[in-house]
């Protein structure tokens, strides 16, 4: 485009590839057929073969190269747990597997060298062929006319046979003869000249029919020749015809595709888009996990061990997202910062992971209290924010979009409260707020009005002394709510059972509390094809499937969903959401492994 626009860019050129599974293995492999100009075959495979047995692109077997006379083909086998569209972009990115080539669109305009957009290019040529047009035509009417002059010569003297025949003869020589013939019939030297070096076999009667045919056809030339040079529309119709000579002449099938440009990769294309468990401990420590590491289990299961942390440090957040998406990170004072999930540090289940500090720019009096995976920022979703004193917020997703590596205040929060949740809210979308002694508050988005990004928020909820909001739904679907306490009771009930009240009232019961369940640590909006994943302060994970618990009333304190050691507490709770249609059936011992899975 640059190039078509300016007469200088460049293009970008890739070798034809395509993705094929081997049969007899069931592994993919990725075939070369076609590969850039002035790119040398050997080189091409010598260089991704070393590329593979430096580890440089993960997930290359071998390489071989199997043309024969029918063609290219060079072949790249793929280890069995590879990305091939992942592979194919770091061959692309680090071989010469696509090449760019400088475009300079450099004609001669009116003798001199100038470099030229597409538009003024055609232009010029067409202006160019143009002027050929009309000076072959010119010629070809100047050709035309002598020959009429001629011919109209002939024909006197042939209508005037006898006449002329007399003056020649009668004549001293060929000068006179020509003088003569001249003044007589008013003709011209070159009519003259014509006259007498015709040969006598002109006068035969089927020579003069030949005659007043061939005068007739040149006049008829001279008649479309003017018609030609008289039109311009005439002119560009001749043009647009040997235009489509060409074509039908040398016009071919294009060996290369067009395709849209791509632009640069990114760190993205390079990287395989995997759902990541991400976990941040109290004391500010960051990893990811893929999610395909735990193993699904029963409910009341005993778990695996998530993290190895010390006895005075706790996992206490809990989150999923893809490694494409950016995550966003609200603290407990109201900041923002961002990160990629593919630029976490990615460790083992019992790791530690690094401090967040490492990763962002968070500052030692602020935690982590929300977390938002974000493909995009545009369009008319919002943000809604949730404190622990019952204030809520709602502000454009957009207004995010630019954050600075020291962040930007993401909701104004008053002196004695903090920021618990933040979630992603669509314009119809209703709130759910629920409370550490079990109550809750249902209420629509709208009676939230929308604010702008350094704003405090209006109350959401009217708290008993002693009470704190813990967790926020922003219901999307039909779905049901899930509550869980600090002593591993849960429960679901039905969202009808949860009237829409008006923001800013005291709500109703959503567990009953008691000293046996403890207080609501966690609020979710669920459906029976999820999962769960919940996390202790001792780091122990379970992973359960929510249509093992029951759905009951809202007054009620629900079942036991995690068996805990003495003193150990649930923190955390996260939705995992299954992306195939079937996914794994339970087994005894919970040896089957997840399917991918993304959080909502």
Request: hydrophobic share 40%.
């Amino acid at each position: 485009k640059e190039a078509y626009e300016t007469g200088r860019g460049r293009v970008i050129m890739r070798a034809r590839a395509q993705i094929e599974e081997k049969e007899s293995t069931g592994r993919s492999q990725i075939v070369v057929t076609e590969i850039p100009y002035q790119v040398n075959k050997e080189n091409l495979v010598r260089a991704i073969a070393e590329l593979g047995a430096e580890k440089r692109i993960e997930g290359i077997s071998g390489v071989n190269d199997e043309s024969d006379k029918d063609g290219m083909r060079i072949v790249v086998e793929l280890k069995r747990d590879a990305i091939p569209n992942v592979v194919l972009n770091q061959l692309y990115k680090h071989t010469s597997m696509q090449s760019t080539f400088g475009v300079i669109m450099l004609a001669l305009d009116k003798g001199a060298p100038k470099v030229m957009d597409l538009k003024t290019l055609l232009e010029r040529y067409i202006e160019h062929r143009h002027e050929i047009i009309v000076r072959r035509t010119q010629f070809d009417l100047d050709a035309a006319l002598a020959r009429e002059h001629i011919l109209e010569g002939l024909k006197i003297a042939v209508d005037n046979i006898d006449e002329v025949i007399k003056i020649i003869r009668g004549s001293e020589d060929t000068p006179q003869a020509d003088a003569r013939l001249r003044k007589r019939f008013g003709l011209s030297e070159k009519q003259t000249d014509a006259i007498l070096n015709m040969r006598l076999a002109k006068l035969t009667g089927l020579e003069i029919e030949k005659l007043d045919a061939e005068l007739k056809e040149v006049r008829a030339t001279i008649k479309e020749l003017k018609g030609i040079l008289a039109s311009k529309p005439k002119r560009m119709l001749i043009l647009k015809g040997e235009m489509e000579e060409v074509v039908e002449r040398f016009g071919d099938e294009r060996r290369t595709e067009i395709v849209a440009d791509q632009g640069e990769f990114t760190v993205e294309d390079l990287i395989a888009e995997e759902d990541m468990v991400i976990t941040i401990s109290h004391s500010g420590y960051i990893k990811r996990i893929p999610v395909s590491s735990y193993k699904r289990q029963r409910r009341g299961g005993r778990g695996l061990n998530g993290a190895d942390l010390k006895a005075d440090d706790w996992v206490e957040h809990l989150f999923i997202a893809s490694t494409h998406d950016y995550l966003l990170f609200f603290t407990n004072t109201g900041q923002l910062y961002w990160l990629k999930v593919h630029e976490i540090p990615q460790a083992g289940r019992a790791a530690r992971g690094k401090p967040v500090v490492s990763c962002i720019a968070i500052k030692p009096n602020e935690q982590v209290a929300a977390l938002v995976p974000v493909r995009e920022f545009a369009g008319d979703r919002c943000l809604v924010f949730a404190t622990r004193l019952g204030t809520v917020k709602k502000t454009l997703l957009s207004a995010y979009g630019n954050v600075r590596s020291n962040g930007i205040c993401a909701i104004n929060v008053e002196d004695g409260d903090e920021l618990i949740d933040v979630q992603v809210s669509d314009p119809n979308s209703d709130i759910v707020l629920a409370t550490k002694d079990g109550m809750s508050i249902r209420f629509h988005q709208g009676d939230v009005r929308e604010m702008g990004r350094a704003t405090t928020g209006v109350k959401g909820v009217e708290l008993e002394k002693g009470d704190e909001v813990i967790g926020m739904v922003v219901v999307r679907r039909d779905a049901t709510l899930l509550v869980v306490s600090a002593k591993g009771f849960g429960k679901r009930s039905e969202l009808v059972d949860y009237r829409v009240q008006k923001r800013g009232g005291k709500g109703i019961i959503t567990l009953k509390k008691t000293d046996k369940t403890g207080p609501i640590v966690a609020l979710k909006e669920v459906i029976p094809d999820d999962e769960l994943m919940m996390i202790t302060r001792q780091g122990v994970i379970i992973r359960v499937p929510v249509d093992g618990i029951r759905v009951i009333g809202r007054n009620t304190q629900g079942v036991k969903v995690m068996n805990l050691d003495a003193g150990d507490t649930v923190v955390g709770v996260a939705r995992v959401v299954k992306e195939d249609e079937a996914g794994p059936e339970d087994v005894p011992g919970g040896d089957q492994v997840a399917p991918t899975a993304a959080v909502e």
